[in-house]
Each structure stands twice: as structure tokens, then as C-alpha cells.
């Protein structure tokens, strides 16, 4: 839960602070086909049972239109690593709803895929240091 480094493996992250527990003031940049803008908005973790699952809830605006989500993340021990589960809806609307809809379940792929491996890499890292 260090905002430092998850804020490094978020794509596009240019703001990830904390406004109170469990909520964040987000900026993004993200690019979807010819559209790409700034998103402002909030993430709030719910639903939290440490070190097993919590959910996300995510709400952003910028020019290209907004973003409304939400996630459940289930994390489950598998030997000595650790299997992660995502699923999520979102709802957009303005421009990039009418452009990209279709395109915007690949870059939640994406996204995802990229934030899990950068956050993989600095734990394997952190712990190599530790030994």
C-alpha cells in the first residue's frame, strides 16, 4: 500500500495521493486509439479483508468524457507466490465512450498486466535485498 510505488506502476499515473483511509486523489493519463487525455478522480478501497481481498472504486472525468468503475481483487497463496484475481466493470461516457468502446477492455488488459509486472518486479527486488 506504499503510494510511491504504486503510483511508479501505475501506466500513466502523473498523481496518486492519499484523502483519507482508504481513498485517493488520482490523475491519469491514458490514451484510447486517437484519444488521449487527463483523467482527475477518486479511487476508494472497500470492502477490505487484509492480505485476501478488497474492492475498488474508481471515478474520473477529464475532456475525453469520465470513467466510473469498480473492481474486485482476490489475492490467494499459491506455494511461495501469490495468485491475484481481477474483475471489474466500467462505465464511460463522452467522446472516448463513442470511440473506444470496444477498444476499452483491451487496454484495461493492458494496463493491468503492465501495473502487476512492474509491482512484481519491485517486490522480487525488494526482497532480493533483504537477504
Do not use: W
Request: proline share 4%; net charge neutral; glycine share 12%.
Amino acid at each position: 500500500m506504499d503510494t510511491a510505488v504504486l503510483s511508479s506502476c501505475i501506466p500513466g499515473c502523473d498523481r496518486f495521493e492519499p484523502d483519507g483511509e482508504n481513498r485517493y486523489n488520482v490523475t491519469l493519463t491514458v490514451g484510447l486509439a486517437a484519444i488521449t487525455g487527463t483523467y482527475s478522480g477518486t479511487v476508494v478501497l472497500t470492502d477490505m479483508i487484509p492480505h485476501t481481498s478488497y474492492r475498488l472504486v474508481v471515478e474520473g472525468q477529464g475532456r475525453p468524457g469520465f470513467v466510473k468503475g469498480s473492481s474486485a481483487i482476490a489475492l490467494r497463496a499459491q506455494g511461495a507466490a501469490t495468485e491475484v484475481e481481477v474483475t471489474g466493470t466500467v462505465q464511460t461516457g463522452g467522446p472516448i465512450a463513442r470511440v473506444g468502446q470496444r477498444l476499452i477492455g483491451g487496454v484495461a488488459k493492458m494496463m493491468l498486466d503492465r501495473f502487476f509486472g512492474c509491482l512484481q518486479a519491485k517486490l522480487e527486488n525488494t526482497l532480493r535485498n533483504q537477504m
